[in-house]
């Protein structure tokens, strides 16, 4: 049996990601993040069933990325409770992963859009989520 590793998508970076500074700036980690949720749900059977939103995302810095970087981003569940569920992201160099350029937590709450409420998450979504290692930051 294969042991689960967290889901590892290639992040490119591009010229409009980048600053004055001529580094990509601070904001744009959060798109990167933003791309490997989508990577890790799409890879979830049954993702269109997933109902949640975001409560909070928060970024360490460790180095600047530059056009010239070559980035992979590392996701993966971290802690999944009653009705909320973290993901940890990290974002490394793509040839040495040993080089972290960022890491990130975010946390994701199960939500119903037609009451406007949280609810729990159920059991056949959280099996689902269990799946997928957090990265070791």
């Known amino acids: 049996m294969q042991t ?28 990167y993040f933003e791309e490997g949720r989508k990577f890790l749900f799409h890879d979830l059977e049954d993702f269109q069933d997933f109902s ?20 992979q981003l590392e996701i993966g569940v971290d802690k999944i409770g009653t009705k909320s569920f973290d993901l940890l992201y990290r974002l490394a160099d793509a040839s040495d992963p ?27 979504e959280r099996k689902k989520l269990e799946k997928y290692p957090p990265p070791v930051i």
């Open 4 to 31: 689960p590793k967290p889901v590892t998508v290639p992040i490119p970076v591009r010229f409009s990601d980048l600053d004055a500074m001529n580094h990509v700036n601070n904001a744009v980690f959060f798109t």
């Open 52 to 71: 949640f939103i975001l409560g909070s995302i928060d970024c360490r810095y460790i180095r600047p990325v530059t056009l010239e970087s070559r980035l």
């Open 98 to 124: 040993s080089i972290v350029f960022a890491t990130g937590r975010s946390t994701q709450v199960w939500y119903d859009y037609e009451k406007n409420l949280s609810v729990e998450i159920g059991e056949a």
